[in-house]
């Protein structure tokens, strides 16, 4: 694997090599981090040859040092912007590791239902939403836990407008339905078109996508009884993760739960929020 921190080498569109120079090296970690809070360290250096060439070579540029200079020069382009959203994982599917969705369903969903009962109001947030399939799998999960005659709200967030276009047409590929949907929400939930497959309006109306950064948290519309944060935290360094957590935690109801991924846990992160499991799933709850 090609290291780009002076070592390795990068070749130009042309074929010659040219190597990522120390400093643009350093100058792309932090523009990255202070844009997103995104860390990439020496590990994952790789990462700006793998998601910035194409748009090196789109702008016909010969380097991703061309690149840095590019932004350098430029206070206020689409580019800067695209340069950030390339270098955001978006990796999602439906009902992604199951196990947190079966605790709403089993365990969290009717407690809600027992104590929500009289406002029949219910608030979710999907708070790195990516392209839509999280969020629409609290929608659905939702519908199937007879919550139809509720007032249901489902925020999805990310910090990247190009991922929340695609989430808003709430339109997947065969390959996307095929990972984590199980078969009787596809056919119930979607109708297809053509090689794709379309959410049907019902599902979609339910949710809606803005862009936020989770790093700007703080004012964000709440209280929310169920908030998913999943895969995310990973990317950050601790204080930030410290900072997002805290924010989440104000905008979630007491009572509310907090699902990270499950390769993130809040050990060293935040001291009030109680952990619970559920069979195979960890959660959160914030204290009444
Ligand atoms: C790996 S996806 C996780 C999607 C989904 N939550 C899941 O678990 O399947 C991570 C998402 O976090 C978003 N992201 C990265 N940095 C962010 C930030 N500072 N604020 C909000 N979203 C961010 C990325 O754009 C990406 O869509």
């Known amino acids: 694997m090609t290291n780009l921190s002076g070592v390795g080498p990068l070749f130009d569109a042309t074929g010659q090599v040219e190597r990522l120079s120390r400093d643009n090296y350093r100058f792309l970690q932090r523009y990255v981090l202070d844009g997103s809070g995104i860390v990439i360290d020496s590990e994952k ?4 040859e793998a998601r910035l060439m ?17 932004i350098k020069a430029t206070a206020a ?11 955001t994982t978006n990796e999602t599917l439906f009902f992604r590791d199951m196990a947190p969705f079966e605790a709403l369903r089993n365990s969290i969903l009717p407690e809600l239902k027992a104590k929500c009962g009289p406002a029949k109001r219910l608030r979710l947030w999907s708070a790195a939403a990516s392209s839509g399939q999280e969020a629409y799998s609290l929608a659905m999960l939702l519908l199937e836990g007879g919550f139809q005659n509720w007032n249901l709200q489902i925020a999805g967030t990310d910090i990247a407008e190009s991922i929340l276009e695609r989430a808003r047409t709430g339109r ?6 095929n990972r984590g949907l199980p078969v009787h929400y596809l056919i119930k939930y979607f109708t297809r078109h053509g090689l794709e497959w379309q959410l049907k309006d019902e599902i979609r109306r ?25 895969n995310v935290l990973i990317y950050f360094d601790p204080t930030t993760k410290r900072q997002i957590l805290a924010a989440i935690q104000s905008v979630l109801a007491p009572g509310g739960y907090l699902s990270l991924g499950a390769a ?15 069979g195979k799933a960890t959660l959160y709850r914030n204290p009444e």
């Open 206 to 230: 339910m949710v809606r996508f803005e862009r936020l950064d989770l790093r700007r948290a703080t004012a964000g519309p709440g209280p929310f009884d169920i908030v998913f944060c999943r």
């Open 77 to 87: 382009t689409p580019i800067r912007q695209e340069i950030l959203e390339a270098m």
């Open 264 to 278: 993130e846990t809040i050990i060293n992160l935040n001291e009030t929020l109680e952990k619970c499991v559920f």
């Open 54 to 70: 194409p748009l090196v070579r789109r702008e016909n540029l010969r380097s991703l040092n061309d690149l840095c200079a590019l």
């Open 45 to 48: 250096d790789y990462l700006f």
């Open 172 to 177: 997947y590929s065969q390959l996307e339905v």
